[in-house]
């Protein structure tokens, strides 16, 4: 069974902090991404990383970074926490393309972070 | 701008009816689709998927339909439990070899006893 965790179920942070969410996969995927939940917008891709080393912003990156040191660990950054980074956060993993017809994610449990 | 749109926030449907679950998306060069379901205080976990050469996936009480002419495609869950209550979201992988997906905003069900 593919595990996906991250580092924290809830977090409570205050404006201005620097705020670190940690993932971790246990299944090799060379494909991780980091997503945040909102009521009515779904699921929207921050970053995501498809080898060590490499990252490529999503569809909202601003505010936030990336760190890929390790092929199991991708962590996500918010240099200084807004009130607007009130979200659920999602990390997902998957294998690479190669010769599959799909990629199906799997998800972690998240993490619900509030910016006081 | 949303390239995958579920225009239905939430539904609600007796136990043993079926259940329609609608996604629309905008870009013709999506080639795979695939439907998560996620419950409260847990992750997406996958549910089922289509490839665009393909209308109809089944898999026991799921089945989704894809109209590549519409850009439609539809998730029916028959019949419905009430564990299948929960935040329902389609998905959209672009052509690219990335595993990018493009989620829609979510529906979420409610399977009434």
């Given at each position: 069974d593919v595990k996906v965790t991250q580092s924290?179920?809830?977090?409570?942070?205050?404006?201005?902090?620097?705020?670190?969410?940690?993932?971790?996969?246990?299944?090799?995927?060379?494909?991780?991404?980091?997503?945040?939940?909102?009521?009515?917008?779904?699921?929207?891709?921050?970053?995501?990383?498809?080898?060590?080393?490499?990252?490529?912003?999503?569809?909202?990156?601003?505010?936030?970074?990336?760190?890929?040191?390790?092929?199991?660990?991708f962590s996500l950054i918010l240099e200084s926490a807004s009130t607007n980074q009130t979200s659920m956060y999602l990390c997902a993993s998957s294998p690479s393309m190669g010769l599959k017809l799909y990629n199906e994610q799997f998800f972690g449990p998240g993490t619900r972070l509030t910016v006081l | 701008d949303q390239?995958?749109?579920?225009?239905?926030?939430?539904?609600?449907?007796?136990?043993?009816?079926?259940?329609?679950?609608?996604?629309?998306?905008?870009?013709?060069?999506?080639?795979?689709?695939?439907?998560?379901?996620?419950?409260?205080?847990?992750?997406?976990t996958f549910l089922i998927s289509i490839s665009s050469i393909k209308d109809k996936n089944e898999d026991g009480r799921f089945t989704v339909f894809l109209n590549k002419s519409a850009k439609h495609l539809s998730l029916h869950i028959v019949p419905s439990q009430p564990g299948d209550s929960a935040?329902?979201?389609?998905?959209?992988?672009?052509?690219?070899?990335?595993?990018?997906?493009?989620?829609?905003?979510?529906?979420?069900?409610q399977v009434k006893p």
């Amino acid at each position: 069974d593919v595990k996906v965790t991250q580092s924290s179920r809830y977090l409570v942070k205050r404006t201005g902090e620097k705020v670190f969410l940690e993932c971790v996969q246990d299944m090799d995927h060379e494909n991780m991404f980091w997503y945040r939940q909102d009521p009515g917008l779904g699921l929207r891709l921050i970053y995501f990383s498809y080898d060590v080393k490499m990252k490529e912003k999503g569809d909202i990156p601003e505010g936030y970074s990336v760190s890929r040191e390790k092929k199991e660990r991708f962590s996500l950054i918010l240099e200084s926490a807004s009130t607007n980074q009130t979200s659920m956060y999602l990390c997902a993993s998957s294998p690479s393309m190669g010769l599959k017809l799909y990629n199906e994610q799997f998800f972690g449990p998240g993490t619900r972070l509030t910016v006081l | 701008d949303q390239q995958v749109k579920q225009n239905s926030p939430s539904l609600s449907v007796q136990e043993g009816r079926i259940s329609i679950l609608n996604c629309d998306y905008t870009n013709s060069m999506f080639d795979y689709f695939l439907w998560y379901k996620k419950y409260p205080a847990e992750g997406p976990t996958f549910l089922i998927s289509i490839s665009s050469i393909k209308d109809k996936n089944e898999d026991g009480r799921f089945t989704v339909f894809l109209n590549k002419s519409a850009k439609h495609l539809s998730l029916h869950i028959v019949p419905s439990q009430p564990g299948d209550s929960a935040v329902y979201f389609c998905a959209a992988r672009d052509s690219s070899n990335t595993g990018k997906l493009i989620f829609g905003q979510g529906t979420t069900l409610q399977v009434k006893p």
